[in-house]
């Protein structure tokens, strides 16, 4: 089962962010922008299918969205499209369900438009390295600035160095449902350092804000809350976590391509 190649949700749910709206964009979700002719699901959906370390896919995304955008190119570039729930934690969920409790499964975010398949098998080997139930992808600042400084990101400083949340992360699926309050806690503390080690325990958040917090006092605290074997993994791919969150973000991206296309 090491060796099996991972399953992966894609989560592409979700309404389209003032933003963008106000900006003149009319579509589903920002998963459905177009960027230099291409939408970012489909970038994300095809880095995904040329990754050795992927078998299926999930798409957690409106049934009539991704039917509009992809008609019968849609079979190519994921295996299920799934409705999504309420909010991001119960869109994961539905892309659980139904799956082997035991699979580790990872969790893809389609707002990283310059993943490759590439930085996706470096992730996964990450993952298969280090026994977990939940592993969270971060990658360091200074590979990231040094390919992409034009783009923004909360960083976070830790004893082994400063970070930025990654688009990827993965969980066995049946642990799932019972992570779920957690998760949503996390999730909406995710954009504040502060927020989030507050959230881990007082005593974490004192050790933050004097440097003093590591990736591991981090992991076992989270064991502690989830009641899971929690991971950080540190990766040095920043397209993993090179994400759209704004009309600004996406100008970002779309000026990183043109960089590369006259290279």
């Known amino acids: 089962m090491a060796n099996e190649p991972m399953i992966a949700v894609a989560l592409a749910g979700g309404r389209l962010e003032r933003d963008f709206r106000d900006a003149g964009y009319d579509v589903a979700n920002k998963a459905y922008l177009s960027i230099r002719g291409v939408m970012m699901l489909e970038r994300v959906l095809s880095s995904l299918r040329g990754a050795s370390s992927v078998g299926r896919i999930r798409c957690v995304t409106q049934p009539e969205a991704f039917d509009a955008a992809f008609g019968s190119r849609g079979a190519d570039l994921c295996d299920e499209v799934l409705t999504p729930g309420a909010g991001l934690i119960e869109s994961m969920l539905a892309g659980l369900a139904g799956l082997p409790e035991d699979r580790l499964v990872l969790i893809v ?5 310059l993943v490759r398949p590439s930085d996706v098998d470096a992730f996964t080997a990450r993952v298969m ?4 139930d939940v592993a969270y992808g971060f990658v360091r600042r200074e590979p990231h600035e040094a390919r992409y400084p034009g783009v923004r990101h909360t960083w976070v400083r830790l004893r082994e160095g400063t ?3 990654g688009g990827v992360s993965a969980i066995r699926a049946g642990a799932g449902v019972g992570l779920a309050d957690a998760l949503r806690r996390i999730v909406a503390a995710r954009k504040s350092p502060l927020r989030l080690a507050a959230i881990f325990s007082p005593a ?3 050790r933050y804000v004097f440097g003093m917090l590591g990736i591991a006092d981090a992991e076992r605290r989270a064991d502690v809350i989830t009641s899971c074997r929690c991971r950080g993994i540190a990766c040095d791919e920043p397209e993993l976590a090179v994400n759209v969150d704004r009309l600004e973000d996406l100008r970002e991206v779309e000026r990183i391509l043109d960089a590369q296309e006259k290279t």
Do not use: K, R, V
């Open 109 to 113: 975010a389609t707002d990283i438009p």
């Open 204 to 206: 974490l958040l004192f």
């Open 129 to 132: 390295a280090a026994p977990c």
């Open 163 to 165: 970070f930025c949340g």
